[in-house]
């Protein structure tokens, strides 16, 4: 049995190092092809030839086709304005279906979680067209709607970790004559740091990462409008590839940075926030 057991761990191990391996490979070749002295793609050797930090210089050095550090700065500010937004209507939904006590609750939620079996692609033709009725395509602001405006549905989690709130401390602010809002803000969410740091997270990556959507309302060809995820791309066209290959290379490692970073600072308050959610969810 004990035998058994050993193969069984091993071989479960094995499974998962093989995994990993896999999963790294890309990842691993994007890096050392950002250090390439050659501005093409090398397929003949998975290292290059030669090393070189070249092309991470000139990835800050703006010319008709790479800005790079526009594409940055319009995602930067899009994903933080994102951020502070789904957030705010994330957690203000959680605390509404967790706490509130109203006739529609019940079915409110069952809808939201239908809506959430789809994905959001289906709706992509809707929203573009509803976007250009408004004047809001070739936009940053309508960019940032796109990605809050159904950001409440994604409620869940976070109303699982609002469940494990104990309920004394919610009744004894109301005899005191605390209103509801000054529930929320006061005793909600001092409370609730790990699912507010996971919220944050998950509101923050969602534009950061996205290419659909801004591929699709960027489309006019204004380069100094791209987000990160659209300029890079317009790198891979067939007459600029073999001149920014390794440009491309060199800005995909530079925007997984701060996701990193980020994930390394709040990771014990994500675990927790992922967790606790769980529960009750």
Known sequence: MKSKKALGIFSHNLLIAVLCVIWLIPIVWLLCMSFSSSPSMNTS????KEWSLT??????????VNQFPMWFMNTFKIAVATCIISTCFVLMVAYATSFGKFKARKPLMNVAVILNLFPGVLTMIAVYFTLRTFGLTNSHIGLTLVYSASSGLGYLICKGFFDTVPRALCEAARLDGCSEARIFAQIIIPTSKPIIVYTIINSFLAPWMDFVYAKMILNAGISEKYTVAVGLYKMLDKSLINNYFTIFCCGGILVSIPIAVLFFI???FYVEGITAGAVKG
């Open 45 to 48: 050797t998975f290292f290059p």
């Open 55 to 64: 092309f991470y210089q000139k990835l800050f050095q703006p010319d008709t």
């Open 266 to 268: 709040m990771q014990k």
